[in-house]
């Protein structure tokens, strides 16, 4: 036990004392948050203002645009300005580009419209003021119709899903930590599962192993390199654990009044888009058990590493000098597919994939954290715990013969077939 112990120490100090380690763990998260959330809010706030010069000559659109979702309409006098003079002038006047209705335009034959800018009209623009007129033309032929505006009112009035147990979170939020969650570990996986493999590579090219192994038995050595690398990921998760505690409490500061005004919102059923993204997503956190998503997210990380880790330090073991890329996809595979199938998951938390996924030793460790914020049956989370647990030992039990002959064989190319031999023995 003792020397396992200094196998461990020396992979965790060896890796901690790194300055790679300080930069990763650093930078991981706030690359994880960039690409999470910055397009979240560059939807909402990094639209740019544009105003648009509507020169209607049909005079239905004439004072029932409205300045909305950054588009502001200039309303041009037809009467005093002519169209030529217009188009050679409107950026001068502040305009991006110059929307006109030709007088032969009619609510029960529409005609297309022109758009003139010396700009591209980008898309959301474009399905903006298309919207909006649609509208205009929607209330002009009801009102032609001899429709009371009463009966209008009646018939724009939108339904609205509101979450009736206001414990939980809504589902962008629930999504947006599932996907964090689940592509944490999953890089964090493939990472630490190459690093080990290539350490027990390195150590077998460089016969470091002979000397290691007449000391210790090959079974300790492969515990103690998958466990003090295993202490490494835990020491940059808890790190990463309190940088978030410590942001988030930031944030609530900065937000508090915002997070006050969204949650009488949500009381009174009121609309919330005019509130910042992040008050909302700070308000909806609450809302989740913050503590099992922590505890949970260190389980699955730590049964599903030292899974993954005992298969990649059983390749390493197997293979040549410069590695073995056949067997290398064994392990990494089921990884790239669990985060595939996550994709799918975080539409439907609950459906006969996500169950069973999130079920299977080797997807769980992703599948079962994605699903985590949506607040599976608790018998899921216990049944995906226990047989994490079955399959790191049976997982181990096996990489510890394949890495016990493996270690000190070399010039042989090992095959898959040739490896389910070693276990046999």
Known sequence: MNKILLIIRREYMTRVKKRIFLVTTLLAPLSIAVITLLPAYLSTHGKQEEKIALYDESGIFSSKMENRDHLTFGHINTANVPYDSLKKNYTASGFSGILRIPADFSISQPLSIEYFSTDQLGLMTQGGIENQMNEVLRKERLRAANISPEVMEQLNVPVKIIQADLS????????????????????????????????????????????????????????????????????????????????????????????????????????????????????????????????????????????????????????????????????????????????????????????????????????????????PPAWQIILSGVLLIAGFVFTVWVAGKIYRTGILMYGKKITFREMMKWVRY
């Open 168 to 375: 939980q979170s809504t589902a962008q939020t629930s999504t947006i930590l599932a996907y964090v969650m689940g592509f944490m570990i999953y890089i964090v996986m493939i990472t630490y599962g190459m690093m080990v493999m290539q350490g027990v590579m390195e150590e077998k090219k460089n016969r470091i192993a002979e000397v290691i192994t007449s000391s210790v038995k090959p079974f300790q050595l492969m515990m103690g390199k998958i466990v003090g690398i295993a202490l490494v990921g835990l020491t940059q998760f808890l790190i990463w654990i309190v940088l978030s505690g410590a942001v988030i409490s930031l944030l609530k500061g900065l937000y508090g009044g915002d997070m006050n005004d969204m949650q009488q919102m949500q009381g009174m059923n009121a609309p919330q888009q005019d509130l910042p993204f992040i008050a909302g997503f700070l308000t909806d956190l609450d809302k989740l058990p913050l503590a099992l998503l922590a505890f949970g997210f260190v389980f699955f990380f730590l049964g599903g590493y030292l899974l993954y880790a005992s298969i990649f330090a059983a390749i390493g073991a197997a293979s040549g000098e410069e590695g073995d890329q056949s067997l290398t996809f064994i392990a990494t595979a089921p990884i790239i597919i669990s985060i595939l199938i996550m994709v799918s998951v975080l539409n439907q938390p609950n459906s006969r994939l996500a169950v069973i996924t999130s079920l299977i030793p080797f997807c769980s460790p992703i599948i079962m954290v994605g699903r985590l914020p949506f607040g």
